[in-house]
């Protein structure tokens, strides 16, 4: 084409329809649909990213092996509706804080008044100190032992409130995996446990890649037939 006596070239971008035959797409409409592609295939390989990511750990680190079970653990009966129950994690953190505070408390004091003057403080604070950190271990040994959880749930009557607890064991140099899931029956007032005994192996290949879709489904099965048990002696 000629504009002015100077030759110039148009250069037209066709674009395919559902019709037969093509229709001519400007430049800027071409340019539109290239960006709209760029960012569909961004975005898809973004999601492909988040879905394909594998959680790996190393299988033969007990305690990190056992810590991803137990969360997992956990997140299938919080969305399962149990609520967490954090009163003993908050006992815990009282004797622990108010043993540290305890111990700061005896240095500041004993910087501005040196001893002899500070030494019926310190005596009390470092007696505080050892006497909460007991109490403290019997905690651990005697309420809290191998459970990592306390939860609660409702019935649909929002009365009955029943008290759920896991507790798990993996042994040092031990690949058997054990969870066991306790449900305290409001009816009843009874306490059932179902456990489950698996090797690590059968959730975790070679190269310490999870199945979390199998445990869970694992985990569920044991709840599953704990509120089956729980439901025929509550009749």
């Known amino acids: 084409e000629e504009i002015f006596g100077l030759q110039t070239t148009i250069h037209v971008i066709f674009e395919k329809t559902d019709q037969i035959g093509i229709v001519p797409v400007s430049l800027e409409k071409a340019v539109e649909i290239e960006d709209m592609k760029s960012k569909r295939s961004t975005q898809s390989q973004g999601e492909a990213k988040e879905v394909e990511a594998p959680i790996e750990v190393d299988r033969w680190d007990s305690s990190a092996v056992r810590n991803l079970l137990d969360d997992t653990a956990r997140k299938v009966l919080v969305d399962d509706g149990v609520s967490e129950d954090y009163r003993n994690v908050d006992i815990r953190l009282g004797l622990a804080c108010t043993g540290c505070a305890a111990a700061i408390f005896a240095l500041i004091f004993d910087y501005f008044f040196p001893y002899p003057m500070s030494h019926s403080v310190l005596m009390t604070c470092v007696s505080s100190y050892f006497v909460l950190m007991a109490l403290l271990s019997v905690f651990y040994m005697f309420v809290q032992k191998t459970n990592f959880f306390f939860g609660k749930s409702v019935d649909s009557d929002k009365k009955t409130q029943h008290s759920w607890r896991?507790?798990?064991?993996?042994?040092?140099?031990?690949?058997?995996?054990?969870?066991?899931?306790?449900?305290?029956?409001?009816?009843?007032?009874?306490?059932?446990?179902?456990?489950?005994?698996?090797?690590?192996?059968?959730?975790?290949?070679?190269?310490?890649?999870?199945?979390?879709?199998?445990?869970?489904?694992?985990?569920?099965?044991?709840?599953?037939?704990?509120?089956?048990?729980?439901?025929?002696?509550?009749?």
């Open 166 to 235: 896991l507790m798990s064991d993996l042994r040092r140099f031990s690949p058997l995996y054990t969870v066991s899931i306790a449900l305290n029956n409001g009816h009843t007032g009874t306490e059932s446990v179902e456990s489950m005994e698996k090797s690590i192996a059968h959730y975790f290949d070679q190269y310490g890649v999870f199945n979390e879709s199998l445990y869970c489904e694992d985990v569920r099965k044991l709840r599953d037939e704990l509120m089956r048990l729980n439901g025929k002696k509550q009749q």
